[in-house]
Each structure stands twice: as structure tokens, then as C-alpha cells.
């Protein structure tokens, strides 16, 4: 099977400015898309667009904080703006802000994983359908994690990824018969900047031990799961939490 192309088609990513959501963006610009960059951070948005357009892609970067609703419908408004349509979105912005027991959270830091992990991921799908609705078509895929499928012990973030597969599956139900296609991929410990801090503080023997493959997997890894899912290959896949790791959740 040829990898999947997206020539001619608009794919819009948040989290972009690093990790996953960056490597996403540039692996959606190599195989033909035109790629909306988001990211809270300036410079490292600006960076990954400055990354597709040195390889002779075609990108532009929107700020955005997805937890914030004008943010979210002006991000969405700036990609049909500036492309005239939206094929694709990659919903990746996600914070993890520890793993203290769940009588030691404090509440507004509980609040805001939610607020960007769940909540970000509502707004930018009721955004993102709305334009999709519009067209009679589009592809979406969430960022949920294995955490959202079972516990591994970090109270707000496993809770909010697990709303995110909820989400992904109810959207599914509610919009794949008028085309739209709602998946999530739910990876494992993949080297990104934050993996890579547990890592140098001396983790890495135990996250690699997580995942019966033997490694700590690679943003690509993950990047072309998404495009896949993105992807005519995947047409009568939806409502899917794709686990993309390692052997982890088969254990």
C-alpha cells in the first residue's frame, strides 16, 4: 500500500510547535497538504512553519490557546481564510501537569488539564465540524493517549484523555453519516520534550519497560498513524481509539 496523499487538501494542527504535533504538520506538508500550524508558543510554531516552508511546503502559523473559545473559532476561521477549506485537523494540543494522588491536586491545576485536554478538544471539533458540515466532508483525529484507555496513575490526565475518547466515539456516532470521520490515536511513551525530562531524570529504563516492544516510540510513529487516519485508506474507519504503542495496553 502507497503512503497516503493529501495534495490539494488543507490539514490544520494544534501542539504544533514541537513533539508530535510538529512532526505531524511537517509529515501532513510532505505528502502534499497545505498545513495550518497552531501552537500557544509563537516561536515554536513559527519554527515548524519555518521548517515545511525550507522543504518547499506551504504553512502558516495561528496562535491559540485551545481552551479558549474566540481563540479556537478564530483559528478555524484564519485556515479557511487563508485555504478556503479545512480537509483535515489533527486536535493534539495536551498538557500533563503531574502525578500527585488525587487528594493532593490542587483544583484550579485540575481544571486546566481539562480545560486544554478536553475541553480544548471539544472546541476545536465544534469549530472544526461546523466548516466540515459546510464542505460534506472532513477528517478529524483527537489526541487521547493509552491513558485514556486504562490508568497509568496520573489522576487529570488519565480523566481528561479518557474524555477525549468519549468525545472522539460520540462525535463519531453524530457525523460520520454525513462525512465526517472522528478518530482518536492514543499513543504510548513516545520521545517528545516531555518524555525526554522523565528520561533525563532517570526514567528512561522504566518507561522503556512499559511497552513490550523494548523502545520508547518516535513522534513519526505517531505522525503517520494520523495521516492514515486522515487518509482515503482509512474511509470506514471511525469513532477508532488507536493505540499506537509498543505492545503497551496487550499485557
Avoid at 106 to 135: P, W
Avoid at 138 to 147: D, H, L, Q, W
Wanted: glycine letters at 12%.
Amino acid at each position: 500500500m502507497s503512503s497516503p496523499s493529501f495534495a490539494g487538501q488543507v490539514a490544520l494542527v494544534t501542539g504544533a510547535g514541537s513533539g508530535i504535533g510538529r512532526t505531524t504538520a511537517k509529515a501532513f506538508a510532505e505528502a502534499g497538504a497545505k498545513v495550518v500550524v497552531s501552537d500557544v508558543a509563537p516561536a515554536g510554531g513559527a519554527a515548524t512553519v519555518e521548517q515545511i516552508r525550507t522543504k518547499g511546503g506551504e504553512a502558516i502559523f495561528v496562535q491559540a490557546d485551545v481552551a479558549d473559545e474566540a481563540a479556537v473559532r478564530h483559528l478555524v476561521r484564519s485556515a479557511v481564510e487563508a485555504y478556503g477549506k479545512l480537509d483535515c485537523a489533527f486536535n493534539n494540543a495536551g498538557i500533563s501537569e503531574g502525578n500527585l494522588p488525587g487528594q493532593e491536586w490542587d483544583t484550579e491545576i485540575f481544571l486546566r488539564s481539562f480545560a486544554v485536554n478536553t475541553t480544548g478538544v471539544f472546541l476545536c471539533m465544534k469549530y472544526e465540524i461546523e466548516q466540515m458540515l459546510n464542505q460534506g466532508h472532513g477528517a478529524i483525529v483527537n489526541a487521547a493517549s493509552v491513558a485514556g484507555l486504562v490508568s497509568y496513575g496520573a489522576f487529570a490526565y488519565t480523566a481528561s484523555k479518557h474524555a477525549v475518547v468519549g468525545l472522539t466515539r460520540t462525535a463519531a456516532v453524530q457525523y460520520s453519516a454525513r462525512g465526517i470521520r472522528v478518530n482518536c490515536v492514543c499513543p504510548g511513551a513516545i520521545r517528545t520534550p516531555m518524555v525526554q525530562t522523565a528520561i533525563d531524570q532517570g526514567f528512561g529504563s522504566v518507561i522503556e519497560a512499559m511497552h513490550p516492544i523494548g523502545r520508547i516510540g518516535e513522534p513519526i510513529e505517531v505522525a503517520e498513524a494520523v495521516l492514515w487516519l486522515c487518509s482515503d485508506q482509512a474511509s470506514f474507519v471511525t469513532g477508532h481509539p488507536l493505540a499506537v504503542d509498543g505492545g503497551a495496553l496487550a499485557r
